[in-house]
Structure formats: C-alpha cells, structure tokens
C-alpha cells in the first residue's frame, strides 16, 4: 500500500510539474533562508559557551550615581570590588581581572635580528584567568605562568610572529622599549566567539609594583573588567543583596558625603555579547545586538511559514482539480483514512525533495552568509546535532503542518457531488484568504522594517558630527619614547609639515571614534553641583581645534604661547551645563577642581560626537598635554601612498623603533556602524527572500484560480469584456486581501520599528507615509504575481474554452 501511495504521488508530480516546482522552489528557499538565518543566530548565541563553568561566571558592572542620577555604567570597575567579592563571599570560588594596554613589543634573536610589531590586544590580568575561564594553554603550567611580575603568557599567532620557528619558552620580549618580560606560556588563539580577545598576558604583579599596589585595593579607579566565579549551588540574587549590603556597610559614610553611590552588579557572562552595551566593553566594535537576533529569529519563522502557506493555499486551489480523482477513488473503496496518507504522502516527497534541495543551497551559499553577515560562522556547525534536530523539526513539521489540512480537504469530497459534477467548491476559501493576508502583513512589515533600518543607519552615519572627520590620515603614535618626546614631536611637526598635501597635524591622546577611558571627578570651587561630576578628559595640542574645525562657542583655544595654560582646559557645552553655567560665557574665568589639580575655564566648544550616535554626547574636559597615542594628518591629496612614503623617513629618525601603522579616521568612526550595517544587509536580503516566496505562492494561486474561472472569463468576452475589465476583475480579490493586510501591518510595524528606534539616542522619526508606500509597493507586487496569469487568461480566444460547452 505503502508503495502506491509513492507511486501514486509520483505521477500526480510529473504530471503537474509547475505545482511540484513551485512547491519545491518556495519550501526550499524558505527552508533554507530560515536554517541560516538560525545558524548566525546560533552563532551570536554561543558567544562565551566554551568556557566550561560559562553559566556560573559573571562579570562586575560598575554604575555611579550622583544626585541620584545615574552617570556611569561601565563595564569595568575598580580593581578592589574582585578581591573583596571573594574574601568576604563563601560563594565567590574564585576572581580575575583583565586591565587592557596597548603598545610595541620587540623581540632581538641571538642573531641581533629585531622582530617588531605593535599589539592592540593586550591585557594585565592574574593567574586565576586559566582557573576561572578555559583559555587552552598549550606550553607552560597555568598555575604559575603568571606568577610574579614580568612574567608574559602569549598566543600561537604571536609567537609565530617574534619567534618563528623557535620555542619561545624562557625568551624575553620588550613592551614600548622599557619593559622586559619571560615568556612563560603559549595559548590557544582566543576563539571568535569570545566577547574578550587578546593576543598577550601580562602578569598582575607587574602592574600592582608599578602602581604600589593602588591596582590592588583602588575603589575609585574602574579599568578593570572583572570576573568572579560562583559556586553552582549558590543564589545569586542573594549573593548581589549581601554584596549590596556589605557595600553600604563599608562605603555607605563616604558615598553620603561625598553625594555619589557606587553599585557593582553581577552581570551573567552568557548574556554579555548580546545585552550589554555598556562603557569599555572588551570589543564594542563586535558587541552583538539581542534585538537584532530576536528581529532574524522572527524573519526567519516569517519565510518558513510563508512557504508552508503557499504549499497549503496551491493545494487546497488545487483541490478541485483533484475532486474527480477523490470521488473515483471513494466509489472504488477508498476510505477517508487511505485518502489522507495518500496526500500527506505527496506532502513528504515534497518536502523531502525541498530538505535536499535547501541543504544543496545552505552548503553553496555558507560562505558568501557569512562574509555578508561578517560574523567567521564554522560550516562545521552543518554537522552539529542540533543542526540535525532542526532540519528534521522543520522537515516533520513541514509534512504535517504543510500536508494535513489539503489532506483533510481533498479526502473529505463527496463522491456523488463530485461525479454529478456539482462540485464548486469554497472549502478552504476562508482560511486560503486568511493566510494570503498573513503573507502580505509579513511582507508590508518587512518592507517597511528594511527601509526603516536603513533610513536609520543613513541618518546616523551622514548627520553632522560637529566635527571633521574627512581627509584624516591617523598615524599610531609611538610607543617607544624617552624624556626628550615633547621636543622630538615638536621636530617632527616641523619636517611633516614641509611635505606637499599635508595641511595640519596634531597629536592628541583619542580620536573621533576611539572610546576615552580617562575619566576624572570635577566641580567648580564656586557655585554649582553638591558634589563632583565625573567627566571624560583628553589631552591636545594647540592645533587639534582647527584640525577638526571644532567650534567654539565661548572663550578661545588654549594654545603654547600663552603663559600658564597648561592650568587652564576647555569644555565642551554638555560639561558646562552639568556644572550649571547658566550659559558658556559665565564659564569663562571660573575656577574648577579636575582630580587634585585647580584649573582655569578657557573655552567651551559646541558638543561634538567623540563616539558614534549610539552613545549620547558625555561630558568632557580638554587639556593642554604633550600625547603620544595619536598623530591626525589632515591632508589635501587623494595620493595617501606618497604621503606615507614621506612619512617614513623622519618618523623612523625621530621616532626609531615604532613600526609605522595607519587607519583613515572616517573609516575608523563608521566602524562602531559595522554590526548594524551587517543587521540591515542581512534583514533585507531576507525580507526579500520572504516576500519572493510570497509571490510565487501568489502567483501559483492565481494560476489554478484562472484556470478554475476559464469558462466564465470565455463567456465574459463573448458578452463583451475586454482583456482589461478580465484582468480588473480576478485581480480584485486579491488586491482586497492586501488593502487588508495592510490595515493590520501599519499599526504592527509603526510599533515594533519604533521600540527598535528607541534603543538609539539620536534617531529618526518614522514618516507615516512610508506606511502607504510600503503598502502601495505590496500591492503592485501582488497586481504583478496575479496580472501575469489573469492576462493570459483573458487573452485566450472564448471559441477554445467554450468548444466543448
């Protein structure tokens, strides 16, 4: 029986070949748009999950509050809060610390030979970090490898790159000229999917002798992105109540004096990569989007029940194709029972040819998804179980869901209704009708949703920064320097300048685009504020105002020539109205306490966006200081080659044994854009995919309506209609349906796009007209998908369809 029903199916297929390719196409295309779209959401998923003890792992966040208001949320905090978590918390197993640097690391061989090169990724950090995450050290014990200062545990592409062939065990490399460490490990590359990467360990002892051990027990100093690791038994809301206890009880006195309170929050590791986007996170420029995943989760069910859709609704349309055949079938014996296998029998060959054919395209396009996500997603993870259970889950319920309801349809025709020719049926309009209105308000809602992101990332990487960025070659700064640097740049300056495309050069300690983790207390010594407010400082020369046509809006610039103004800073507005200047003018002249130091108000810029429109403008405060981290060329050729050529010279004279590394500074801000860019490329090749699986649907449905309605469209123009009134009139349902659809998406996407937008502090505001046009396009797609088969139809000659009447 088994074996008819196959055959049965297979024949039905072959000769109705364009129902089983449009079948086949719409459930493969959705299958497979929905398993990588899963894959990239499993991928941002697994962030962290290799290390073993991941749900037990949580790191401190560090908030301050000041006036009640809350002005820091940092993922760092302060070097002190893991120490006193584990002497004071049964619960606390154990804590690390990672305490990020950057800089130049030299090896010399026995042979004399130098191997140079500049690292970003580098962390301090102390011998409980092999303990507490799993970081595979490869060479040396990791129990002592960071024991006591100078000691350095590197990666295999780091030591490749000093050593070579060589073991690099008990070898010594230098840090920034100075500082000599043994190297007493090699690891693992940090795996991709770590919210936390780095290329070198630096042991803590190194940092606690160079600070007198202040990177032991400092509270106020929050550099430190700190991990504790909890007991699995232990709760940990009430481990965060003690902790909060313990901390009003030490510190409760000093907060109340000085008007501030700190909090140190446990922040579960596994939830870092997607819901934490908080000030000096380990890499904010890979930091994942948990709405952005919960937004591809949602199109990607969208495709698949889209194509399920269509397979029911083609169907159940096809039903009374198949009415003849169910009610000879009934007359020679068959049951409702055998009828139902029977279909959901085709069902299964459908699918199941579908699954290979999806499989066949996940395969061929993995690389190209990935390269469009930018996320390294391993095709391994085609092999995976899960990967195994989800395309079977798919599969299982794409037979049943697809399959059962035009099984229950077809096998439920009366025979003598069906043989009297009296069958002309609606069974199934109704649900037919409610489905193509589902696949319209997905496809308005996506529509609408992919414009939205995009106007989106638009408005933020082409609105006005209050600075610029353009024609801006940024040069690393050197690390290797002496006593003499102040002067050394000062003849720097000089020899640069005299090249031809080179207009201006300033040294400043961040850039545009480059987080400042330099953040002090300040307050006025008159007037203002109860207590200080914290504010992010930078330190420039004389030139970085002009350079970036910064715009002052009170005062002047702070300048060499002018006696004493290395004890003046400027403002920007935002820091001006948290001191409550009543306006920028009052804050010239006025005396304010930055840390322990007593300086002068010399100016207040208009605000600028030092990081992206993703972060609100924070206050900051500018100083007159001699900074090596960056050198900004604003420069007056397209020829950057040259430049760098004649760069070479006096940089390697003036500055030797700094490797020359370079980045454009417009290109380095719209970094921070990268993931959203990635979200809005990925979102709208999917939401095409999804309404292209719609279409096809529609327009295989509109091909089995005509061909139901042929005999009338033939007496229709025997009556007189034209081609037009035809094609108007079986378009019609159709268009009402979307009308329909889009009365029901407006009000879903307007909500849903404007939470979405809400995340952002400078956002757009969504134009309602977008709406109707998003649905204006809906209906010209589904006046297209219909017109096609409705047109041809009516351009058939009545004599062929009625010759038999």
């Known amino acids: 029986m088994i074996k008819n029903y196959f055959i049965s199916a297979l024949r039905n297929f072959l000769h109705h070949k364009s129902f089983t390719f449009l079948n086949v196409l719409g459930l493969s295309i959705g299958l497979a748009a929905s398993l990588l779209i899963l894959q990239y959401v ?78 970003e990724k580098m962390q301090i950090t102390d011998p409980a970090v092999f303990e507490v995450f799993d970081f595979n050290l490869i060479l040396g014990n990791a129990e002592t490898a960071l024991l006591g200062p100078d000691k350095a545990v590197i990666s295999e592409s780091a030591a490749r790159k ?4 060589e073991d690099p065990m008990n070898k010594y490399i230098t840090f920034n000229g100075e500082r000599k460490a043994e190297v007493t490990g090699v690891f693992a590359d940090v795996p991709d999917n770590s919210h936390i990467k780095f290329n070198v360990l630096l042991s803590y002892q190194t940092l606690n002798n160079e600070t007198s051990n202040d990177s032991e027990t400092n509270w106020e100093w929050y550099d430190f992105n700190t991990y504790v690791l909890v007991d699995p038994s232990a709760d940990v809301n009430e ?52 709405n952005a995943v919960y937004f591809l989760t949602i199109i990607a069910l969208f495709i698949l029940i889209i194509a399920w859709v269509n397979y029911i609704n083609l169907a159940t349309a096809k039903s009374f194709e198949r009415a003849n055949e169910v009610g000879v079938r009934k007359v020679m ?42 996320r390294n997603i391993p095709i391994s993870f085609m092999f995976e179980t899960d990967f195994v259970l989800l395309l079977s889950l798919f599969f299982a319920a794409g037979t049943l869901l697809s399959g059962f309801y035009p099984a229950l349809i077809l096998s439920s025709f009366k025979p003598i209704m069906v043989l009297k020719g009296r069958l002309v049926t609606s069974k199934g309009s109704i649900l037919r009708q409610s489905l193509v209105i589902f696949q319209f308000v997905a496809s308005v809602f996506l529509i609408s949703g ?54 201006q050069l300033t040294a400043s300690s961040n850039v545009p685009g480059n987080e400042i983790f330099w953040t002090r207390g300040i307050e006025r ?53 948290a001191l409550e200047f009543r306006n920028p003018e009052e804050a010239i002249g006025k005396k304010v306490r930055l840390g322990g130091d007593t300086l002068e108000i010399a100016g207040v810029l208009e605000n600028y966006h030092q990081m992206s429109l993703k972060n609100k403008v924070a206050p900051l405060a500018l100083r007159l200081w001699p900074s090596r981290a960056f050198f900004s060329f604003k420069i007056e050729t397209d020829n950057y ?41 990925v979102f709208g090749l999917f939401s095409a995919l999804a309404i292209f699986v719609a279409c096809l649907g529609l327009s295989g449905l509109a091909s089995f309506m005509t061909i139901q309605r042929t005999k009338e469209i033939g007496v229709r123009k025997v009556l007189g209609s034209t081609a037009y009134n035809i094609v108007l009139l079986l378009s019609k349902g159709f268009i009402q349906l979307v009308i329909i659809a889009n009365l029901i998406a407006w009000p879903l996407a307007w909500w849903v796009m404007n939470n979405w937008l809400d995340a952002f502090p400078y956002h757009i505001d969504i134009n309602p007209l977008l709406f109707l046009f998003a649905g204006l396009g809906v209906i010209l797609i589904a006046f297209l998908s219909v017109g096609f088969q409705t047109l041809k139809a009516a351009m058939l000659n009545p004599a062929d369809t009625l010759k038999y009447e």
């Open 641 to 681: 080659h040259q430049i760098l050529a004649s760069l070479e010279e006096p940089w390697r004279t003036i500055f030797p044994g700094n490797p020359v590394e370079y980045f454009f500074l417009d290109e380095f801000f719209n970094r921070q854009y990268k993931s959203d860019h990635q979200f809005g490329r």
């Open 450 to 503: 992919t414009v939205i992101v995009y106007q989106q990332l638009s408005f933020m990487q082409n609105r006005d920064l209050g600075i610029n960025i353009d024609q801006t070659l940024v040069l690393k700064g050197p690390s290797v320097t002496d006593s003499l640097y102040a002067q050394n740049l000062e003849t720097f300056k000089n020899e640069v300048l005299k090249i031809a495309g080179i207009k």
């Open 333 to 374: 014996g068959a049951h409702q029972g055998q009828l139902m296998y029977q279909f959901l029998t085709e069902s299964f060959m459908i699918n199941l040819l579908a699954t290979v054919v999806a499989l066949i395209v996940v395969w061929v396009s993995w690389p190209s998804f990935a390269a469009l996500a930018g």
């Open 162 to 165: 000093l050593f070579g062939e």
């Open 239 to 290: 481990l965060q109540s003690k902790w909060d206890d313990y901390l009003q009880k030490e510190h409760g006195e000093k907060w109340e004096k000085g008007g501030f309170k700190q909090e140190f929050i446990l922040q579960p590791l596994l939830d870092i990569h997607l819901y934490s986007n908080l000030l000096q996170e380990s890499m904010p420029e890979e930091q994942g989007d948990g």
């Open 42 to 119: 499993k991928y941002e998923k697994s962030f962290d999950t290799f290390h073993s003890q991941a749900e037990n792992i949580y790191r401190i966040q560090y908030n301050v509050y000041q006036n009640n208001k809350l002005t820091v949320e940092s993922a760092a905090a302060v070097p002190a809060s893991g120490p006193a978590l584990k002497d004071n918390f049964p619960e606390v197993k154990q804590f690390t610390r990672l305490f990020p640097f950057t800089g130049t690391i030299n090896y010399r061989n026995a042979g004399g030979q130098d191997k140079t090169f500049r690292e």
């Open 525 to 577: 010594l008159q007037g203002g504020p109860e207590s200080d407010i914290i504010v992010y400082n930078a330190s420039i020369d004389e030139d970085y105002i002009p350079a970036f046509d910064l715009k002052l809006v009170a005062g002047r610039n702070l300048t060499q020539n002018i006696k004493g103004d290395q004890k003046r800073l400027l403002l920007n507005r935002a820091l001006a109205d």
